[in-house]
């Protein structure tokens, strides 16, 4: 095995297991996120190991307000889509998604960076059963549906948004949906070709969506509530 370069610091360091008051095997309880964890991470900092420090905001939406309130992160990495508005928006009774609580509110008011993750729902909303070859062949849904099928049945409801003009596609209309949220600093999404990578600089490249489609959006959101 040959030798790569090194870095002698990165740019961020996250915390990736999920913060409950109720913690299972693999997640934390608040009080250990912001008295262990972080803790040692501010000591990596401090050694010049690491410029910034962030979570991933899964988990017990009280919980993780507690951590992000704290202000002690740099960033967070919150889920949100077409499929679930809740880290942002109130969810509609009997919506069938994880209730994310306004998490992209609290870090917001917490001054902390928000980082959009599953902005394409592992793929569901590309509209398309069928997955690059290149690409992981299963992947678990993350506060949505119990798995990708449901998730990729409910991605097309939103493809009136592409007959009636708002956009090319349903990928646009993800990737567009996703900026149009003020709170939201960056979108890292997963590509498997470079013609993947194309489209979704293209897409980006138009700017948030406009107030009537996302008037649309909510509208066959509230949609998925009743279905």
């Not at 992209?104 to 001054?111: C, E, F, G, T, V």
């Not at 394409?120 to 099928?149: C, M």
């Not at 596609?169 to 709170?183: F, K, M, S």
Request: hydrophobic share 45%.
């Amino acid at each position: 095995m040959g030798s790569g370069p090194s870095r002698e610091q990165g740019d961020l360091f996250q915390l990736h297991n999920p913060i409950s008051e109720t913690p299972a095997a693999t997640e934390l309880t608040p009080q250990a996120a912001l008295e262990e964890v972080l803790p040692a991470f501010e000591r990596l900092r401090a050694q010049g190991k690491t410029r910034f420090l962030g979570i991933t905001a899964l988990g017990q939406p009280a919980a993780l307000r507690r951590v992000i309130g704290a202000r002690v992160l740099d960033t967070a990495q919150i889920p949100y889509n077409l499929l679930n508005p809740s880290a942002r928006a109130p969810l509609p009774p009997g919506f069938p998604a994880h209730d994310f609580e306004g998490s992209l509110r609290d870090a917001a008011a917490a001054d902390v960076g928000v980082i959009g993750i599953r902005v394409l729902a592992a793929g569901a909303l590309s509209g398309e059963e069928t997955r690059h070859p290149v690409a992981q062949p299963v992947v678990a849904p993350i506060g949505f549906g119990s798995d990708y099928r449901t998730d990729l049945e409910r991605a097309r409801r939103f493809r009136p948004l592409v007959a009636e003009g708002h956009a090319a596609d349903l990928v646009e209309a993800a990737l567009r949906y996703a900026i149009a949220a003020p709170e939201m600093a960056t979108v890292p999404i997963g590509t498997a070709s470079l013609g993947q990578l194309e489209h979704a600089l293209a897409a980006a490249a138009k700017g948030p969506l406009s107030a009537e489609a996302l008037a649309r959006v909510a509208a066959l959101q509230r949609g998925l509530a009743g279905g």
